[in-house]
C-alpha cells in the first residue's frame, strides 16, 4: 500500500513527515510544528529500560518547508 507524502486541507498543501527521535528533539519538533503552522496527527511516546524515544506524525504547510527544514537542520 503507497502512503501519500501530499495532503489537500481546506485548499492548502500539507507535507506528511514522521520520525522517531529521543525527548529533546521531540520537544524541539512540536515547538517547531506549532511555530511554522503545521498540524500534530500523532505522537506516541514508548519508554524502555534504558531509553525513551518518540514517535511523531505531522503535517507542515508547503509555503513553510523550506523554513521548517533550515529550523530542523539546527536541531
Known amino acids: 500500500m503507497e502512503q501519500k507524502l501530499i495532503y489537500t486541507i481546506n ?7 514522521e520520525v522517531k527521535v529521543d525527548s529533546s528533539t521531540a520537544d524541539n519538533l512540536l515547538d517547531a510544528v506549532n511555530k511554522y503552522k503545521g498540524i500534530l496527527q500523532s505522537y506516541d511516546k514508548n519508554t524502555g ?3 525513551t524515544k518518540h514517535h511523531l506524525r505531522f503535517l507542515i504547510p508547503e509555503e513553510n518547508i ?8 539546527s536541531l
Not at 523550506?66 to 537542520?73: G, L, Q
Request: proline share 0%.
Open 11 to 17: 485548499g492548502k498543501n500539507y507535507l506528511l513527515f
Open 49 to 51: 529500560f534504558w531509553e
Open 66 to 73: 523550506m523554513a521548517f527544514s533550515n529550523y530542523k537542520r
